[in-house]
């Protein structure tokens, strides 16, 4: 009985460690994949996680399965996934062949009914994406392209769109990335260096608002006009 | 571009280590089936002794050759030839005929199965 046990025990053991390792080589594989995999997935990659994630769990929950069994097939998705980016970032063609080419749903204001039918894709669909991107009118489409990855892009009739600081010729400042200089109480010393400033700055421009240990800060960060953002830690948390 | 050479050498040593994996796979199940023929020959010309002492011997070539097996193969296969290991001593100990022989030609058929199953052949890759 208790060898049984410990059988057992032994066995849920192994799921353990083969499940870490699963873990930490599809995670690897999808880092190393890229970050578009996160975003919008082309048709290939999205059959990719789907594998990948079916290839992951059958080794992690049958510790009979040989662990190779199930990293190989992962690795060699990883090869076949990198090998395909790069093969459609050089050629043009292969592009179209592997991650197909966008269809224009709408040109010039006219619904092009060829395309969509084409592409099984119906009115109803249409309007549904065009609401989800805060178009709710048809009729203020000028361009609507149905790209790679499944989205929907709308480009509105220029009477429609909303209006920006060159159609008024009003001046504008320029707008740069506020740069994060404390998160959780951490310092980024290097974000002050670029910015030629340093942590004793930071400090007495905290000071100046009570603030005396960079430890007490939740968020701070300095914008392009130079105005200091910060919050203090809450107490309750 | 430095990211796909890297891994299309690892991929390259990956698939030699497979090839190189069923050579290994083949050699060292034709040692094994090399041992089972001997157990026959001492079955088939009654001397028990020299049959059981083969049955030790493939033991022994078994933990030597196999050991890494379990890595590559299902281990339900490995736990089937070692149970069956163990009953053709027990038979062969015992001295019965009809039950050795059939079970070493049953754990003969599972050896061989072994490297035919890894082998890259159209019938294992449908």
Known sequence: MWKLICQGKDNMILGIIRTIILFAVVVIGLRLMGKRQIGQLQPYELVIVIMLSALAAIPMENTGVPLASGLFPIFTLLVAEVALSYVSLK???????????????IENGKIIEKELARIRYNINDLLEQLRAKNVPNIADVEFAILETSGELSVIPKSQKRPIVPADMNLPTMYEG???????DGYVFSKNLAKI?????WLKSELQKFGVNNFKEVLFASLDTEGKLFYQVKSKAV | MRLLLA?????????SLGFWTNH????SASELLQNIGQIEQGLERNQ?????????ELEKVWDKKAKWWP?????SEIDNIEFSMAKVKEYVATKNTAL????????????????EKEAIRLKNIL
């Open chain 1, 91 to 105: 050629s043009e063609r292969a592009r179209g062949v592997i991650c197909g080419t966008p269809s224009v749903l």
């Open chain 1, 177 to 183: 990335l506020p740069i994060t200089l404390i998160i």
């Open chain 1, 196 to 200: 030629n400033l340093n942590e004793d």
């Open chain 2, 7 to 15: 891994l299309l050498i690892i991929f390259a040593a990956v698939i």
């Open chain 2, 24 to 27: 290994l796979l083949q050699a």
């Open chain 2, 48 to 56: 028990w002794d020299k049959a059981y002492a083969q049955t030790a």
């Open chain 2, 71 to 75: 890595t590559v193969l299902d281990h």
């Open chain 2, 100 to 115: 050795s022989r059939g079970q070493l030609s049953e754990l003969k058929l599972m050896i061989k199965h072994i490297p």
